[in-house]
């Protein structure tokens, strides 16, 4: 079991850079699949970016890929999203998600994780 705590949302402008946190509780989170998805209003939930447990494997949506970087602090419990160069379409509840396993596959559907927080709201104004 493991419980998943977003931060770090807000209200930027279109260009700038936030950076999203998730803690993590419990102590295996280092074998955990971590990922995080976004939910614009009134759209489904989408992928964003994800790696597998150790962090080798890293795969991002399309629309995010060269501007945000998913990385992980396993002393701290914590993933990250750095997301430089915003645009307004960028708007949306941000998630982080996880999954238990030590596999080399990384996961891009909701379907497959386990865990989620409870979302931050990132605001890019133009």
Same mark, same amino acid.
């Given at each position: 079991q493991? $419980?998943?705590? %977003? &931060? ?6 279109a260009?700038?850079?936030?950076r999203?946190s998730?803690a993590?509780s419990?102590?295996?989170?280092? &074998?955990?699949? *971590?990922?995080?998805? +976004?939910? /614009?209003?009134? !759209? %489904?939930?989408?992928?964003v970016? /994800? ?10 949506a399309?629309s995010?890929?060269? +501007?945000?970087?998913i ?11 750095q *997301?430089?160069?915003? !645009?307004? %379409?960028?708007?949306a509840v941000?998630?982080?998600? /996880? ?8 996961r891009?559907? %909701? +379907?497959?994780y386990?865990?989620?927080? $409870?979302?931050? $709201? ?5």
């Amino acid at each position: 079991q493991v $419980q998943l705590d %977003e &931060s770090g949302g807000g209200l930027v402008q279109a260009g700038g850079s936030l950076r999203l946190s998730c803690a993590a509780s419990g102590r295996t989170f280092r &074998s955990y699949a *971590m990922g995080w998805f +976004r939910q /614009a209003p009134g !759209k %489904e939930r989408d992928f964003v970016a /994800a790696f597998n447990w150790n962090g080798y494997n890293v795969y991002y949506a399309d629309s995010v890929k060269g +501007r945000f970087t998913i990385s992980r602090d396993n002393a701290k419990n914590t993933v990250y999203l750095q *997301m430089n160069s915003l !645009k307004p %379409e960028d708007t949306a509840v941000y998630y982080c998600a /996880a999954h238990p396993g030590l596999g080399w596959g990384v996961r891009v559907e %909701e +379907r497959e994780y386990d865990y989620w927080g $409870q979302g931050t $709201q990132v605001t890019v104004s133009s």
